[in-house]
């Protein structure tokens, strides 16, 4: 996973959904959490960013 990879992320809005929500977006940049765990902050489609933790994400495409 690096900047600029195409990643989709699933969430869970409750707990009442049945399938999660899909989202897709870029990675812009990256940010130690913890020892071992790393977020990474998404462009997602709709213009917005967020800090996702790399573990919940899926590389749909790679920049080369």
Do not use: C
């Not at 990643?7 to 929500?21: C, F, G, I, Q, T």
């Amino acid at each position: 996973m690096k900047v600029g990879d195409l990643v989709r992320w699933y969430s869970v809005h409750n707990d009442l959904d049945k399938k999660p929500a899909n989202e897709v977006g870029i990675i812009l940049e990256f940010s130690k959490t913890g020892f071992d765990t790393l977020s990474a902050l998404i462009l997602f489609e709709d213009n917005t960013t967020d800090w996702i933790s790399t573990r919940s994400l899926e590389v749909v495409n790679e920049q080369r």
